[in-house]
Nanobody, 136 residues
Framework: HVDLVESGGGSVQVGGSLRLSCTTS??????????MAWFRQAPGKEREAVAA?????????TYADSVKGRFTISKDNRKNTLYLQMNSLKPEDTATYYC??????????????????????????WGQGTQVTVSS
């Protein structure tokens, strides 16, 4: 298991940008060993995956349709830090955002599931969540 600590949440106006960070507080946890993703949950709505990153050399990424072209997931293995750069923010992006990690298993052509296959993220390791509020 990896202990995840998130930061970077806050309030921003429509069209603004925000960058979320997720780091580990454990010395023996390396992001290179885990599949990583960002989820979010708005009040009254189901938890959903918004961005995921694979363990291949290219660090392949996938995104929910609702954030594609606006959000970018990336990671720095040396710093054990996961990022979510959020641009052109909309009120519907308001949610609690969670950093999620899971042990990788080779699936034949990839190590990690894409966003479309992540579902609710049950069984994975979660950060504490950071609130993002986008207002007009």
């Amino acid at each position: 298991h990896v202990d995840l600590v998130e930061s970077g949440g806050g309030s921003v106006q429509v069209g603004g940008s925000l960058r979320l960070s997720c780091t580990t507080s454990r010395y023996d946890a390396a992001y290179s060993r885990f599949c990583m993703a960002w989820f979010r949950q708005a009040p009254g709505k189901e938890r959903e995956a918004v961005a995921a990153i694979d363990l291949d050399q290219a660090a392949s990424t996938t995104y929910a349709d609702s954030v594609k072209g606006r959000f970018t997931i990336s990671k720095d293995n040396r710093k054990n830090t996961l990022y979510l750069q959020m641009n052109s923010l909309k009120p519907e992006d308001t949610a609690t955002y969670y950093c999620v990690a899971d042990y990788a298993q080779w699936k034949g052509n990839r190590w990690c599931a894409p966003v479309a296959e992540l579902g609710s993220g049950a069984g994975k390791t979660w950060g504490q969540g950071t609130q993002v509020t986008v207002s007009s």
